[in-house]
């Protein structure tokens, strides 16, 4: 059982360029959220998903795209990267939604030149 | 606007003394509150919780208390230990768009747990 796993685990980007960042998660939860930590930030909610073919926009989507085709992946695509970009980003899932207990994948860390 | 505030960015105790965490929130119909523990370079993990019906939720060394007339709430951590060294994020799940749910996180307080 390899919980949440995320890909790449560092990752740089020139201005412009696009990526996605691979999330995956073998406890065949509903629920899958991706989040950006920021210095001396909470994390927040980018996009989230409540089961394969829904997802809906957080609290700062702008400039990523998310889809859920299936129930363990939930990859995250920016689009057109920019130094704003620059940061942590954590997905992670749970049965319910956001009052159940969430696991976290290890995060990835981008920077955006 | 932070909905869910921790106004102390590090703690730093001794080893085996207490170590209290404390988060504020700003709206009184919240219910349930969270916190996650976070190591360098890994994901946030669930730590304890706590519903508005409680006051007191304990699980071994960690106990959180819940002030509803404050809005506050902390953890307790005893006796504290290295291995506690970590940063701590407080969060609660606040209404959303459509009806639905987000969790919302502090800022997190780092706590350093001196041998």
């Known amino acids: 059982n390899a919980g949440v796993t995320q890909t790449p685990k560092f990752q740089v980007l020139k201005t412009g360029q696009s990526m996605t960042l691979q999330c995956a998660q073998d406890?065949?939860?509903?629920?899958m959220s991706w989040y950006r930590q920021d210095p001396g930030m909470g994390l927040r909610l980018i996009h989230y998903?409540?089961?394969?073919?829904?997802?809906d926009q957080g609290e700062v989507p702008n400039g990523y795209n998310v889809s859920r085709s299936t129930t363990e992946d939930f990859p995250l695509r920016l689009l057109s990267a920019a130094p704003s970009q620059t940061s942590v980003y954590f997905c992670?899932?749970?049965?319910?939604?956001?009052?159940?207990?969430?696991?976290f994948g290890p995060g990835t860390r981008l920077t955006v030149l | 606007d932070q909905q869910v505030k921790q106004n102390s960015p590090s703690l730093s105790v001794q080893e085996g003394r207490i170590s209290i965490l404390n988060c504020d929130y700003t709206?009184?119909?919240?219910?349930?509150f969270l916190w996650y523990k976070k190591y360098p370079a890994e994901g946030p993990t669930f730590l304890i919780s706590?519903?508005?019906?409680?006051d007191k939720n304990e699980d071994g060394r960690f106990t959180v208390f819940l002030n509803k007339s404050a809005k506050h709430l902390s953890l307790h951590i005893v006796p504290s230990q290295p291995g506690d060294s970590a940063v701590y994020f407080c969060?609660?799940?606040?209404?959303?768009?459509?009806?639905?749910?987000?969790?919302?996180f502090g800022k997190g307080t780092k706590l350093t747990v001196n041998p």
């Open positions: 709206n009184s119909m919240f219910d349930y």
């Open positions: 992670a899932s749970s049965y319910l939604g956001p009052t159940d207990t969430q696991y």
């Open positions: 706590i519903s508005s019906i409680k």
């Open positions: 406890m065949n939860h509903e629920y």
């Open positions: 998903s409540v089961g394969a073919g829904i997802t």
């Open positions: 969060a609660a799940p606040v209404p959303f768009q459509g009806g639905s749910e987000k969790l919302v």
